[in-house]
Protein backbone atom coordinates (compact mmCIF):
# COMPACT_ATOMS: atom_id res chain seq x y z
CA UNK A 1 0.00 0.00 0.00
CA UNK A 2 1.73 3.24 -0.88
CA UNK A 3 2.19 6.23 1.75
CA UNK A 4 3.05 9.79 1.82
CA UNK A 5 6.86 8.98 1.46
CA UNK A 6 6.12 7.34 -2.07
CA UNK A 7 3.48 10.15 -3.02
CA UNK A 8 7.00 12.80 -1.96
CA UNK A 9 9.39 10.66 -3.58
CA UNK A 10 7.25 10.99 -6.95
CA UNK A 11 6.42 14.28 -6.62
CA UNK A 12 10.30 15.64 -5.78
CA UNK A 13 8.66 17.17 -2.56
CA UNK A 14 9.37 17.34 1.66
CA UNK A 15 7.20 14.23 2.64
CA UNK A 16 5.38 17.71 5.26
CA UNK A 17 4.68 19.63 1.65
CA UNK A 18 2.53 15.86 0.40
CA UNK A 19 0.92 15.96 4.38
CA UNK A 20 -0.45 19.66 4.04
CA UNK A 21 -1.29 19.48 0.57
CA UNK A 22 -3.79 15.97 1.16
CA UNK A 23 -5.04 18.31 4.12
CA UNK A 24 -5.69 21.14 1.66
CA UNK A 25 -3.86 23.63 3.81
CA UNK A 26 -3.72 27.10 2.24
CA UNK A 27 0.31 27.57 2.64
CA UNK A 28 0.66 25.26 -0.01
CA UNK A 29 -0.35 26.69 -3.61
CA UNK A 30 -3.17 25.10 -5.48
CA UNK A 31 -1.30 23.72 -8.42
CA UNK A 32 0.71 21.71 -6.09
CA UNK A 33 -2.17 20.56 -3.96
CA UNK A 34 -3.54 19.37 -7.21
CA UNK A 35 -0.49 17.85 -8.41
CA UNK A 36 0.13 15.71 -5.34
CA UNK A 37 -3.78 15.21 -5.37
CA UNK A 38 -3.17 13.81 -8.58
CA UNK A 39 -0.31 11.15 -7.81
CA UNK A 40 -2.13 10.25 -4.90
CA UNK A 41 -5.16 8.66 -6.83
CA UNK A 42 -2.76 7.49 -9.42
CA UNK A 43 -0.74 5.23 -6.74
CA UNK A 44 -4.35 4.78 -4.90
CA UNK A 45 -3.34 5.99 -1.45
CA UNK A 46 -5.84 5.83 1.42
CA UNK A 47 -4.61 7.70 5.01
CA UNK A 48 -4.77 5.17 7.49
CA UNK A 49 -7.89 6.76 9.58
CA UNK A 50 -6.36 5.63 13.14
CA UNK A 51 -3.22 7.43 12.25
CA UNK A 52 -5.17 11.14 10.98
CA UNK A 53 -7.57 10.62 14.00
CA UNK A 54 -3.85 10.43 16.13
CA UNK A 55 -2.34 13.47 13.99
CA UNK A 56 -5.66 15.68 14.62
CA UNK A 57 -5.88 15.19 18.52
CA UNK A 58 -2.16 15.84 18.58
CA UNK A 59 -2.85 19.00 16.98
CA UNK A 60 -6.44 20.50 18.35
CA UNK A 61 -7.03 21.39 22.39
CA UNK A 62 -10.43 19.29 22.39
CA UNK A 63 -9.58 15.73 21.92
CA UNK A 64 -12.77 15.16 21.90
CA UNK A 65 -13.31 16.64 18.32
CA UNK A 66 -10.48 13.97 16.95
CA UNK A 67 -12.10 10.72 17.87
CA UNK A 68 -13.09 8.77 15.01
CA UNK A 69 -16.76 8.29 14.51
CA UNK A 70 -19.23 5.84 13.45
CA UNK A 71 -22.30 7.25 11.54
CA UNK A 72 -25.94 5.15 12.18
CA UNK A 73 -27.48 6.50 8.54
CA UNK A 74 -31.31 6.38 8.56
CA UNK A 75 -33.84 7.83 6.57
CA UNK A 76 -37.32 8.24 7.50
CA UNK A 77 -39.15 11.10 4.82
CA UNK A 78 -42.74 11.90 7.50
CA UNK A 79 -41.17 11.96 10.91
CA UNK A 80 -36.92 12.32 11.23
CA UNK A 81 -37.65 10.80 14.71
CA UNK A 82 -39.68 7.47 13.99
CA UNK A 83 -36.77 5.46 14.04
CA UNK A 84 -36.30 5.98 17.87
CA UNK A 85 -39.82 3.80 18.17
CA UNK A 86 -38.82 1.33 15.58
CA UNK A 87 -37.98 -1.30 18.05
CA UNK A 88 -35.54 -3.86 15.87
CA UNK A 89 -33.43 -0.52 14.31
CA UNK A 90 -33.74 1.26 17.99
CA UNK A 91 -31.98 -2.31 19.31
CA UNK A 92 -29.52 -1.96 16.63
CA UNK A 93 -28.43 1.20 17.33
CA UNK A 94 -28.39 0.52 20.99
CA UNK A 95 -26.12 -2.67 20.34
CA UNK A 96 -23.35 -0.77 18.02
CA UNK A 97 -23.17 2.26 20.43
CA UNK A 98 -22.63 0.30 23.46
CA UNK A 99 -19.55 -1.70 21.07
CA UNK A 100 -18.23 1.48 19.39
CA UNK A 101 -18.62 3.48 22.63
CA UNK A 102 -16.31 0.52 24.61
CA UNK A 103 -13.86 0.69 21.56
CA UNK A 104 -13.36 4.03 22.23
CA UNK A 105 -15.27 5.74 18.91
CA UNK A 106 -18.16 8.19 18.86
CA UNK A 107 -21.37 6.83 17.72
CA UNK A 108 -24.31 9.22 15.97
CA UNK A 109 -27.38 8.99 14.39
CA UNK A 110 -27.56 11.11 11.17
CA UNK A 111 -30.88 11.18 9.54
CA UNK A 112 -29.53 11.94 5.70
CA UNK A 113 -33.41 12.72 4.57
CA UNK A 114 -33.42 15.58 6.53
CA UNK A 115 -29.82 16.80 5.35
CA UNK A 116 -31.50 17.29 1.62
CA UNK A 117 -28.23 17.06 0.48
CA UNK A 118 -26.46 15.37 -2.48
CA UNK A 119 -24.38 12.80 -2.27
CA UNK A 120 -21.19 14.44 -2.64
CA UNK A 121 -21.63 17.25 -0.27
CA UNK A 122 -23.58 14.45 2.09
CA UNK A 123 -19.90 12.68 2.29
CA UNK A 124 -17.73 16.04 2.56
CA UNK A 125 -19.37 16.79 5.88
CA UNK A 126 -19.71 13.13 7.09
CA UNK A 127 -15.84 12.83 6.33
CA UNK A 128 -15.06 16.54 7.61
CA UNK A 129 -16.86 15.40 10.83
CA UNK A 130 -14.43 12.36 11.29
CA UNK A 131 -16.86 9.76 10.51
CA UNK A 132 -14.95 6.59 9.30
CA UNK A 133 -17.59 3.93 9.32
CA UNK A 134 -21.44 3.85 8.02
CA UNK A 135 -23.90 1.65 9.86
CA UNK A 136 -26.75 2.20 7.30
CA UNK A 137 -30.32 1.53 9.27
CA UNK A 138 -32.99 -0.17 7.47
CA UNK A 139 -34.89 2.57 5.41
CA UNK A 140 -37.41 3.21 2.91
CA UNK A 141 -36.75 0.83 -0.44
CA UNK A 142 -34.57 2.31 -3.16
CA UNK A 143 -31.76 0.73 -5.26
CA UNK A 144 -28.60 2.61 -4.19
CA UNK A 145 -27.37 5.23 -1.87
CA UNK A 146 -25.67 7.76 -3.49
CA UNK A 147 -22.61 8.44 -1.02
CA UNK A 148 -18.56 9.00 -2.18
CA UNK A 149 -17.97 5.56 -0.80
CA UNK A 150 -14.16 5.41 -1.25
CA UNK A 151 -14.08 7.46 1.93
CA UNK A 152 -15.60 5.77 4.14
CA UNK A 153 -16.37 1.53 5.51
CA UNK A 154 -19.81 1.11 5.50
CA UNK A 155 -22.26 -2.18 6.95
CA UNK A 156 -25.58 -2.19 5.60
CA UNK A 157 -28.24 -3.66 8.42
CA UNK A 158 -30.94 -4.69 5.95
CA UNK A 159 -31.91 -5.15 1.95
CA UNK A 160 -33.57 -1.87 1.81
CA UNK A 161 -30.83 -0.74 -1.04
CA UNK A 162 -30.54 -3.50 -3.04
CA UNK A 163 -28.25 -3.27 -5.63
CA UNK A 164 -25.44 -1.14 -3.13
CA UNK A 165 -22.70 -4.05 -3.05
CA UNK A 166 -22.15 -3.32 0.72
CA UNK A 167 -21.42 -5.85 3.15
CA UNK A 168 -24.22 -7.09 5.51
CA UNK A 169 -25.16 -8.02 8.64
CA UNK A 170 -29.07 -9.38 9.42
CA UNK A 171 -31.21 -11.39 11.85
CA UNK A 172 -31.18 -15.02 10.23
CA UNK A 173 -35.15 -14.54 9.08
CA UNK A 174 -34.50 -18.35 7.18
CA UNK A 175 -33.84 -20.08 10.39
CA UNK A 176 -36.56 -18.18 12.41
CA UNK A 177 -39.21 -19.22 9.90
CA UNK A 178 -38.13 -22.80 9.78
CA UNK A 179 -38.86 -23.05 13.25
CA UNK A 180 -42.20 -21.35 13.37
CA UNK A 181 -43.21 -23.95 10.78
CA UNK A 182 -42.19 -27.04 13.27
CA UNK A 183 -43.58 -25.32 16.30
CA UNK A 184 -47.25 -25.04 13.80
CA UNK A 185 -46.69 -28.41 12.30
CA UNK A 186 -46.44 -29.66 16.55
CA UNK A 187 -49.51 -27.95 16.87
CA UNK A 188 -51.20 -29.70 14.23
CA UNK A 189 -52.11 -26.95 11.96
CA UNK A 190 -52.05 -27.56 8.31
CA UNK A 191 -53.37 -24.46 6.90
CA UNK A 192 -51.17 -21.96 7.16
CA UNK A 193 -50.75 -18.77 5.37
CA UNK A 194 -48.38 -16.24 5.30
CA UNK A 195 -49.48 -12.54 5.05
CA UNK A 196 -46.93 -9.99 4.45
CA UNK A 197 -45.71 -6.27 3.75
CA UNK A 198 -44.43 -6.10 0.28
CA UNK A 199 -41.56 -3.64 1.47
CA UNK A 200 -40.78 -6.43 4.26
CA UNK A 201 -40.37 -8.75 1.56
CA UNK A 202 -38.16 -6.72 -0.45
CA UNK A 203 -35.93 -5.43 2.45
CA UNK A 204 -35.29 -9.33 3.60
CA UNK A 205 -34.52 -10.44 0.30
CA UNK A 206 -37.69 -12.65 -0.30
CA UNK A 207 -35.62 -15.37 2.81
CA UNK A 208 -38.82 -14.88 4.97
CA UNK A 209 -41.17 -16.22 1.98
CA UNK A 210 -38.67 -18.49 0.62
CA UNK A 211 -38.49 -20.70 3.73
CA UNK A 212 -42.09 -20.85 4.34
CA UNK A 213 -42.85 -21.91 0.89
CA UNK A 214 -39.83 -24.43 0.79
CA UNK A 215 -41.25 -25.90 4.54
CA UNK A 216 -44.60 -25.79 3.52
CA UNK A 217 -43.82 -28.54 0.49
CA UNK A 218 -41.17 -30.01 2.34
CA UNK A 219 -44.18 -30.40 5.63
CA UNK A 220 -46.97 -31.66 2.41
CA UNK A 221 -48.98 -28.40 4.33
CA UNK A 222 -52.24 -26.93 2.08
CA UNK A 223 -50.64 -24.38 -0.62
CA UNK A 224 -52.53 -21.31 0.46
CA UNK A 225 -51.08 -18.02 -1.66
CA UNK A 226 -49.50 -15.73 0.77
CA UNK A 227 -51.04 -11.93 0.94
CA UNK A 228 -48.84 -9.17 0.22
CA UNK A 229 -50.05 -5.18 1.23
CA UNK A 230 -48.65 -2.29 0.32
CA UNK A 231 -47.34 0.39 3.05
CA UNK A 232 -50.18 2.46 2.12
CA UNK A 233 -52.55 -0.36 0.96
CA UNK A 234 -54.05 -2.46 3.17
CA UNK A 235 -57.46 -3.24 2.37
CA UNK A 236 -59.69 -4.97 5.47
CA UNK A 237 -62.01 -6.51 3.09
CA UNK A 238 -59.43 -7.77 0.51
CA UNK A 239 -58.19 -9.52 3.62
CA UNK A 240 -61.26 -10.99 4.77
CA UNK A 241 -62.54 -12.11 1.04
CA UNK A 242 -58.61 -13.75 1.61
CA UNK A 243 -59.91 -15.54 4.31
CA UNK A 244 -63.37 -17.26 3.47
CA UNK A 245 -61.32 -18.23 0.10
CA UNK A 246 -58.35 -20.00 1.68
CA UNK A 247 -60.07 -20.94 5.11
CA UNK A 248 -56.09 -20.80 6.80
CA UNK A 249 -56.42 -22.34 9.78
CA UNK A 250 -53.11 -19.88 11.48
CA UNK A 251 -51.69 -16.69 9.94
CA UNK A 252 -47.88 -16.16 10.16
CA UNK A 253 -47.33 -12.18 10.28
CA UNK A 254 -45.37 -9.49 11.43
CA UNK A 255 -47.40 -6.16 11.16
CA UNK A 256 -49.76 -5.25 13.67
CA UNK A 257 -52.20 -4.28 11.42
CA UNK A 258 -52.70 -7.98 10.63
CA UNK A 259 -53.45 -8.57 14.14
CA UNK A 260 -55.84 -5.79 14.26
CA UNK A 261 -58.07 -6.95 11.37
CA UNK A 262 -57.96 -10.57 12.79
CA UNK A 263 -59.26 -8.90 15.98
CA UNK A 264 -62.02 -6.76 14.46
CA UNK A 265 -63.62 -9.36 12.36
CA UNK A 266 -63.74 -11.78 15.39
CA UNK A 267 -61.80 -14.41 14.00
CA UNK A 268 -58.36 -14.28 16.51
CA UNK A 269 -57.79 -16.76 18.56
CA UNK A 270 -56.82 -20.58 19.22
CA UNK A 271 -59.85 -22.29 19.04
CA UNK A 272 -60.63 -19.86 15.72
CA UNK A 273 -57.42 -19.02 13.41
CA UNK A 274 -54.22 -18.98 15.38
CA UNK A 275 -51.64 -16.24 15.09
CA UNK A 276 -47.52 -16.66 14.92
CA UNK A 277 -45.37 -13.72 14.36
CA UNK A 278 -42.06 -13.89 12.75
CA UNK A 279 -41.32 -10.60 14.66
CA UNK A 280 -42.88 -9.71 18.29
CA UNK A 281 -42.80 -5.90 19.29
CA UNK A 282 -43.87 -3.89 22.46
CA UNK A 283 -47.61 -4.19 21.60
CA UNK A 284 -47.82 -7.49 20.10
CA UNK A 285 -46.45 -9.45 23.18
CA UNK A 286 -49.21 -11.26 23.96
CA UNK A 287 -48.83 -13.39 20.89
CA UNK A 288 -46.89 -16.24 19.89
CA UNK A 289 -43.49 -15.77 17.68
CA UNK A 290 -40.29 -15.01 17.57
CA UNK A 291 -38.78 -12.35 19.23
CA UNK A 292 -35.46 -10.64 17.72
CA UNK A 293 -32.32 -9.56 19.88
CA UNK A 294 -31.70 -6.97 17.66
CA UNK A 295 -28.97 -5.62 20.03
CA UNK A 296 -26.95 -8.69 19.09
CA UNK A 297 -27.43 -7.48 15.72
CA UNK A 298 -26.08 -4.07 16.44
CA UNK A 299 -23.27 -5.41 17.92
CA UNK A 300 -21.54 -7.96 15.48
CA UNK A 301 -22.63 -5.22 12.82
CA UNK A 302 -19.99 -2.51 14.74
CA UNK A 303 -17.82 -5.24 15.39
CA UNK A 304 -17.09 -6.02 11.99
CA UNK A 305 -17.47 -2.34 10.81
CA UNK A 306 -14.72 -1.36 13.06
CA UNK A 307 -12.51 -4.06 11.78
CA UNK A 308 -13.32 -2.76 8.39
CA UNK A 309 -11.95 0.94 9.45
CA UNK A 310 -8.95 -0.49 11.64
CA UNK A 311 -8.13 -2.25 8.89
CA UNK A 312 -8.64 0.59 6.21
CA UNK A 313 -11.16 -1.26 4.09
CA UNK A 314 -12.83 1.18 2.22
CA UNK A 315 -15.15 1.87 -0.60
CA UNK A 316 -17.56 -1.17 -2.15
CA UNK A 317 -16.00 -4.65 -2.03
CA UNK A 318 -16.12 -6.79 -4.97
CA UNK A 319 -17.60 -9.44 -3.24
CA UNK A 320 -19.72 -8.41 -0.55
CA UNK A 321 -20.71 -10.84 2.34
CA UNK A 322 -23.53 -11.12 4.32
CA UNK A 323 -23.36 -12.35 8.15
CA UNK A 324 -26.55 -13.80 9.44
CA UNK A 325 -27.11 -13.53 13.33
CA UNK A 326 -29.26 -16.51 15.18
CA UNK A 327 -30.72 -14.13 16.81
CA UNK A 328 -34.59 -15.41 17.39
CA UNK A 329 -36.14 -16.70 20.60
CA UNK A 330 -38.80 -18.69 20.42
CA UNK A 331 -41.65 -16.16 22.83
CA UNK A 332 -45.04 -18.26 24.27
CA UNK A 333 -48.05 -16.38 23.87
CA UNK A 334 -52.01 -16.75 23.67
CA UNK A 335 -52.20 -16.78 20.45
CA UNK A 336 -51.80 -20.38 19.46
CA UNK A 337 -53.32 -24.28 20.39
CA UNK A 338 -52.16 -25.56 23.19
CA UNK A 339 -49.89 -27.95 22.67
CA UNK A 340 -50.45 -30.47 25.51
CA UNK A 341 -54.69 -29.98 24.19
CA UNK A 342 -53.51 -31.01 20.95
CA UNK A 343 -51.47 -34.05 21.36
CA UNK A 344 -54.15 -35.23 23.94
CA UNK A 345 -56.96 -34.56 21.20
CA UNK A 346 -54.84 -36.41 18.54
CA UNK A 347 -53.65 -39.14 20.81
CA UNK A 348 -57.85 -40.02 20.72
CA UNK A 349 -58.16 -39.88 16.70
CA UNK A 350 -58.57 -43.61 15.82
Known sequence: MSNQKDIAALAKVSQMT???????????PEITKQRIRTLADRLNYRPDPLVSA?????????????????????DNPKDPTRWVSANY???????AQNIASNRGYLFEAINIYKAQLSGRRLSQILWTQNVQGLLIAPMPLSPTLD?????????????????LN????????TTGMIEL?????????RRPALVMRESVDDRTNHQRLGAFLAQRTRKGLAEIPPLFFGDLSWDAQK??????????D??????????AALEACGLAGPDKIGLVLYYKETRTRSYSGLSIDAITVGEVAARQLISMVENNERGLPAKPTTTYVDATCWSEGNSLRDLTATMAALRQVP
Open 54 to 74: LMRQRRRKDPQKARAKIAFLH
Open 89 to 95: TTGCFTG
Open 250 to 259: VLIAGDYQVV
Open 239 to 248: FLRWIRRYKP
Open 147 to 163: LDWQKFAAVSLDYSHAA
Open 166 to 173: VHRVIDDH
Open 18 to 28: VSLALRDSPVI
Open 181 to 189: ISRLVKLDY
